[in-house]
C-alpha cells in the first residue's frame, strides 16, 4: 500500500514533487522522481519546527 502522499499543488502524474507519509511514529520524505530511494526519517518535533520555519517565511531567499 503507498501510504505517500504529495500537494494537492503538484501537478497529476508529476514526478516533480515530495512525499510524505507517517511510519513508525518518524516523518518519511520522498523524490516521487525516484520512490524506490530510502526516504528521509525525521521526528515529529523535527517536522513540526520545519513546517513552522515554511509557514514563517525562514527559508525564502
Given at each position: 500500500m503507498n501510504d505517500?502522499?504529495?500537494s494537492s499543488l503538484?501537478?497529476?502524474?508529476?514526478h516533480?514533487?515530495?512525499a510524505v507519509a507517517y511510519k513508525n511514529e518518524m516523518i518519511a520524505l520522498r523524490d516521487t522522481k525516484n520512490p524506490k530511494q530510502a526516504p528521509l526519517y525525521f521526528?515529529?518535533?523535527e517536522w513540526e519546527s520545519f513546517i513552522g520555519g515554511v509557514?514563517?517565511?525562514?527559508?525564502?531567499?
Open positions: 505517500f502522499r504529495k503538484c501537478p497529476h502524474n508529476a516533480c514533487c515530495v521526528t515529529k518535533d509557514k514563517n517565511n525562514e527559508f525564502d531567499f
